[in-house]
């Protein structure tokens, strides 16, 4: 790289398409032709790029909330819920009559672009000191990035802090991620489950047969369907407060925080808490792939740090995108290398290993053990939502 060029280098791995741009020496001035985000006002927007289609997002004057959120040519807010989307909401006790908003808002610019633009919302909000909410577009991709800094004031008393985040995606689908599963609420659950919350590893998506959105969700778990229905004190032993059956609804609330539950220690939540959701739109049918790909990505990101020498190559390359790398790491007998291999289909998935030299001399199915057991090729079967465990020895 010569001083302050920019480069654009697309590579494939089993996690998709990954670009990056890559600058080294002085500053590079960005091409005339980069999707940059922008800021107007209370909006933020970025053009079309060659992998998302143009995003716009306009905010609430009076709330904070996201009030619009254009993907295209399609609205993604449901003007009619009673949320928009990342609104606060603070209930003290469990009676929904005495639910609470946040204060007027001060909305500022922090980010102006290219790569990010962003806006912070500030208010005196029940239930917190302050309450900080960042709003984040990013460019090229073009999705949404929630930071949300609680600084919560100490309560001892029953309360929930909630974030809504009302969806419009007709004939959506509702579907959770858990651990190794993706469940559908109501359709996917016995009788007698909960349904008055959920509890979500890493993601949500709403789709319809032609588009839809996932949600992700790394610091807070607890979600409520269509409403705020996780209010239910001092009703354990009365099933008449328990939801029965779940209207389908396109409408998520984050159960951010609360101290419902009897406690035999101080139950208040004093102190600076952030909540962090990530809104990325897609235009094509629900895949679960894509979905647990983007809740791996913002759970546990790329890190940046200084390197030198040759570039260092991937130990082994998956031809399948249905399958994820769920753990590779060294045995625990420091004699070869364990590669957890996780379905993300719902049939079986065939995938070809491709290691990098030196290839191992030796490739075994394992299990918890780590030890081996029958001989592996380079292609395996990987069962629907299964997990499959192989060793791989190189020669001393």
């Known amino acids: 790289l010569t001083t302050g060029e920019l480069v654009f280098r697309p590579t494939v791995s089993s996690f998709g398409a990954e670009r990056f741009y890559i600058t080294r020496g002085a500053p590079a001035k960005l091409p005339a032709a980069f999707p940059a985000a922008r800021v107007e006002g209370l909006t933020l927007s970025a053009p079309a790029s060659t992998l998302a289609p143009a995003i716009r997002l306009r905010l609430d004057e009076k709330t904070g909330g996201i009030a619009s959120l254009v993907y295209g040519e399609r609205e993604l807010v449901d003007g009619k819920a009673a949320t928009a989307l990342n609104d606060y909401f603070y209930l003290p006790g469990s009676d929904l009559k005495g639910l609470q908003r946040n204060g007027p808002v001060k909305i500022a610019i922090k980010e102006k672009g290219p790569l990010i633009a962003s806006l912070v919302v500030e208010s005196e909000a029940p239930g917190c000191r302050r309450l900080t909410r960042e709003v984040r577009l990013h460019a090229v991709r073009n999705y949404v990035e929630v930071i949300n800094r609680v600084d919560k004031a100490p309560v001892r008393a029953k309360e929930g802090v909630h974030f809504g985040f009302g969806f419009n995606v ?11 599963a993706v469940v559908r609420p109501e359709t996917d659950q016995i009788p007698g489950a909960c349904r008055n919350w ?13 588009y839809g959105v996932t949600w992700v969700t790394p610091d807070a778990p607890l979600v409520q369907i269509g409403g705020i229905t996780a209010n239910l004190i001092g009703s354990l032993s009365d099933i008449r407060h328990w939801t029965e059956h779940l209207e389908p609804s396109p409408t998520l609330y984050s159960w951010a925080m609360n101290n419902h539950w009897h406690t035999n220690y101080r139950a208040e939540q004093e102190g600076n808490t952030v909540f962090r959701y990530f809104i990325f739109p897609h235009q094509d049918r629900y895949s679960e792939a894509a979905a647990t790909q983007l809740g791996v990505e913002c759970g546990q990101p790329l890190l940046v740090l200084p390197a030198r020498g040759p570039l260092p190559q991937a130990p082994v390359r998956l031809s399948n995108h249905s399958v994820m790398v769920s753990v590779l790491k060294p045995s625990d007998d420091g004699k070869g290398m364990v590669l957890r291999l996780f379905g993300l289909s719902d049939k079986a998935e065939k995938v070809t290993l491709a290691w990098s030299e030196p290839r191992p001399a030796r490739v075994f199915f394992s299990d918890n053990s780590e030890r081996p057991r029958q001989a592996c090729g380079d292609s395996v079967e990987v069962p629907a939502h299964s997990l499959v465990t192989l060793r791989a020895e190189w020669e001393n």
């Open 198 to 210: 959920f509890t979500v590893q890493r993601w949500v998506d709403i789709s319809n047969d032609d």
């Open 170 to 180: 007709p004939g959506g689908v509702v579907r959770m991620d858990v651990p190794w």
